[in-house]
């Protein structure tokens, strides 16, 4: 029998090296690593798996010193090294959480950017994006592994642009300084045409997803989405997905944003309609950054023409009669209003009306089901502020009490 060729010159449960000079190592993610190398050699690949423990053992403040540990301990063991970090959100705010985020703002900036014909190209010559990494800069090809569709690396970054870093939080600014690039990788795709498709369909049909869509459940662990555990106003029962056989009055709530600044608020509209069986549908409901003027007078009256809306009811508290010169020529009727109660206060008024099921959803409403579940702990909320100003213009109307005569005969 020939002699048996030993191939690895060290072996443990946490370390593994080969004969030929590859090296594995496994650390946990709060164990010690700055300075970490073999002899002379450092790692040239970093793979972070699952780095963060659930929401119930974990903290905002927890986050902060994760991501320090990853940007200050991990991420200096070699500036030159490939870098692939994995997982799933645990918590609104965790690292992963802010990686989605920017991900899908830069998708946002990318198609807003070519509908527009104007965005950055970064190789001219064969329309691949390139991303630095410490002085070189290396061609990015697709992600290291992509065994679904819908994947391919686009051809036009944000993060070249300094518009699209101006426009990002502070806190989620981190994620273009480390040249971070994500690929965020939702269960259900939306399609150019706003078709819908499942991104595994043969382990997880549409219809199944769209089953449990409504839940946090589905936010989270499908979406990667987090909505806090602590959260007090809507619950998954809460939401009723259905559709009116025919619909009669119909609104389009309106809660805008008033500065054009790059970081201003989202603003939310939401369409609402009277169903036949006397409750209200929320028919559309979406955030959006559009400057006031033109441009969004243009998709206010798109969407009037759309859903054939009667009345824009428009929230004047930020702006006042503005509104009604910047949505002048719109298709419906105007009217603003200047809500003097807190919003905790309305946000509860309307979900006395979603519990007693007298307002029901016509789709699932990604955006808006997030801050729903979130409220009152939600950054933005502007898309719920819409569609509890529609609800409260349908249901919330006093109602006249009868009142009492008093009659002296003496």
Known sequence: MGTQVKRYVAQSSSQIRQANGFTFMAKGIDAKTLGMKVGRQRPDLLL??????????????????????????????????????????????????????????????IADKESKGSFLELDKGNGNAAEKSGTKVIPFPDAISTPFKNTDSPKYWAYEDRDFYESLDPELRWVIDAKVKVHYFPAIITNEDGSEESLWPEFWPLDDLNDIRHTRDFAMNYMNKPVSLSADYWQNDDINVTQAEKYGNTILSLDPAVKTAKTNDYTGIAVLSRGDDGKVYVRHAEGVKIAPGPELQKYVSELCERFSVGLVYVETNQGGDVWKSVLDGVPAKYRGIHNTEKKELRATKALDFYRRKMVMHT????????????YPKVKNDDVLDAVVSGVLYFLGKAQKKPGAKKTSYI
Not at 76 to 83: E, K, T
Not at 92 to 107: A, F, K, M, N, Y
Request: proline share 5%.
């Open 48 to 109: 972070f798996d699952d780095i963060e423990p659930p929401e119930s053992t974990y903290s905002a403040i927890e986050a902060e010193r994760r991501l320090s540990t990853v940007l200050q301990a991990a991420f200096p063991l070699n500036i030159y090294a490939r870098v692939a970090i994995v997982g799933t959100t645990t918590m609104p705010g965790s690292v992963i959480d802010q990686l989605r985020t920017v991900g899908e703002l830069e998708g946002e900036w």
């Open 363 to 374: 789709g699932h409403f990604d955006t808006l089901l997030t801050q729903m579940y979130a």
